[in-house]
């Protein structure tokens, strides 16, 4: 996940640091250790430990952006469930955002002031 600062002109800036805006899915709870994704089930990922601060400016609106990869900054995810350092076989990632009211996502952002 990613945090962005799109201006009223339309170039967004990424709010991030690279490696600091990583999160495996697999690895959602480190407390249980790895966890596999099963297709289709909706799962909660909680990017609380994520670190970066901006004074969005007026007009300026906030972007999300969801990757299923961040290499060869991060290590490679090939989506087959197998290792990432001994992964060979390469499957096809499908990330789903809910919107609808049961299951809607939201990024909850701090808001600090003077």
Same mark, same amino acid.
């Given at each position: #996940?990613?945090?962005?600062?799109?201006?009223? &002109?339309?170039?967004?800036?990424?709010? #991030?640091?690279?490696?600091?805006?990583?999160?495996? +899915?697999?690895?959602?709870? #480190? /407390? +249980?250790?790895? $966890?596999? @994704? =099963?297709?289709?089930?909706?799962? &909660? @990922?909680? @990017?609380? %430990?994520?670190?970066?601060?901006?004074?969005? /400016?007026?007009?300026?609106?906030?972007?999300? $952006?969801?990757?299923?990869?961040?290499?060869?900054?991060?290590?490679?995810?090939? %989506?087959?469930?197998? @290792? &990432?350092? !001994? +992964? +060979?076989?390469?499957?096809?990632? =499908?990330?789903?955002?809910? !919107? &609808?009211?049961? %299951?809607?996502?939201?990024?909850?952002?701090?808001?600090? !002031?003077?």
């Amino acid at each position: #996940m990613r945090l962005l600062d799109v201006t009223p &002109e339309g170039p967004a800036f990424n709010l #991030m640091s690279p490696g600091l805006d990583v999160q495996r +899915a697999s690895y959602r709870d #480190m /407390k +249980a250790g790895r $966890q596999l @994704l =099963n297709p289709g089930k909706i799962y &909660e @990922l909680r @990017l609380d %430990h994520l670190i970066t601060s901006n004074v969005f /400016k007026q007009g300026h609106r906030i972007r999300v $952006q969801v990757s299923a990869t961040f290499f060869p900054n991060f290590s490679r995810n090939l %989506h087959s469930g197998e @290792l &990432e350092n !001994t +992964a +060979a076989k390469v499957q096809k990632a =499908n990330i789903r955002v809910y !919107t &609808e009211r049961q %299951h809607a996502s939201r990024i909850i952002l701090p808001i600090v !002031t003077k």
